[in-house]
């Protein structure tokens, strides 16, 4: 389960903050890889969660329980929904 708690940030954009039950790890990164998700390796080896599409960012350590999302734009909520769908088929396979 993901709780999430959203906060309004600088100039139409959001942040959210996402609390995971279970860890995200550098083998789930192909679910995002596979969804269209941009994952730059340098940041999968140095141990940080970091994928983005369109203007959607999340970023954490791999590992953690926590991860940030910022968004901005009018499709935010759309693209946020989208990601949190994808993050519990990634990190509860």
Same mark, same amino acid.
């Given at each position: ?18 609390n995971l039950d279970k860890a995200v ?32 960012? !999340?970023?954490? !350590? ?8 910022r968004c901005s734009g009018p499709d935010?909520?759309?693209?946020? !929904? !989208? ?11």
């Open positions: 389960m993901i709780k999430k708690q959203t906060f309004k940030s600088c100039c139409g954009s959001k942040t959210v903050l996402l790890r550098k083998s789930q990164l192909h679910f995002f890889k596979d969804a269209g998700y941009l994952c730059p390796l340098n940041f999968e080896n140095a141990g940080v969660f970091f994928v983005q599409q369109k203007t959607l960012i !999340a970023t954490g !350590a791999l590992g953690g329980l926590k991860l940030n999302l935010c909520d759309k693209q946020i !929904a !989208a990601f949190e769908e994808l993050l519990e088929k990634a990190i509860h396979s």
